[in-house]
């Protein structure tokens, strides 16, 4: 009767050390997820994001803050990638470009386009006529690069223009990383001072 009385015992404490190592893994695998910071982007799917701030920076550069869905959520953009924004032109006809956001994903809850608008740009329009309140289309991640830290010794970049946000990307997220030794060198080219993008952001990373 001992020996049952035992046995019956021993089962039942395996049965409550059981169900406490899994409640204590659900418990775990929970946290964590929650507090993973959610990845806005789809690659195949067109999302649409709040402009909730516009910057102008130039007569012809704006500053665009597009809000993420909650305060913790990133983009999910790895550095070296870019994202396809879709409007309209002037027109009315659809249009999509490539463009490279100048935050990365430790700046939660917004993304931001600093963009240059030409005349005739067709996408150039969009941008002229989105206002705070405004929703743009955003798909991605695109492109076939994607950076790692410590991939190479010495990071080369030329750039023209408006094309120094995929530059300036990359350069922010080796800078900002005390673990990666990469060395960035930047040659940046415009037609007039006034016409250089980032001015300020680009010194206090680089100088």
């Known amino acids: 009767m001992d020996l049952e009385f035992l046995h ?8 409550a050390v059981a169900v406490a190592i899994v409640a204590v893994v659900v ?3 929970f946290l964590f ?13 067109f ?5 909730v701030k516009r910057d102008q920076l130039s007569h012809n550069v704006a500053k665009f803050t597009f809000a993420l869905p909650t305060p913790t959520s990133v983009l999910g953009l790895p550095i070296g990638q870019h994202i396809s924004c879709r409007g309209k032109d002037s027109q009315g006809e659809e249009v999509i470009k490539p463009y490279t956001p100048t935050t990365l994903d430790s700046d939660v809850g917004k993304f931001e386009l600093v963009i240059k ?5 067709r996408m150039s329009h969009h941008f002229r006529e ?3 309140g405004d929703y743009l289309a955003v798909k991605g991640p695109k492109g076939r690069f994607r950076y790692q830290p410590g991939q190479v010794r010495v990071f080369g970049m030329i750039a023209g223009g408006s094309g120094i946000t995929p530059m300036f990307q990359v350069a922010r997220a080796i800078l900002e990383n005390p673990n990666d ?3 960035v060198h930047l040659i940046y080219a415009n037609v007039s001072y006034e016409d250089i993008l980032l001015r300020v952001s680009c010194s206090s990373i680089f100088f």
Do not use: H, W
């Not at 997820?33 to 799917?45: G, H, Q, R, T, W």
């Not at 999302?47 to 402009?51: A, D, E, G, I, P």
């Open 181 to 183: 030794k990469t060395k």
């Open 130 to 132: 989105l206002q705070v």
């Open 47 to 51: 999302k649409q994001f709040k402009l």
């Open 27 to 29: 418990g775990a695998v």
């Open 117 to 121: 608008m030409y005349p005739q740009g």
């Open 33 to 45: 997820s929650s507090k993973k910071p959610k990845v806005c982007l789809d690659p195949e799917n």
């Open 8 to 15: 019956t015992l021993d089962v039942q404490i395996l049965g």
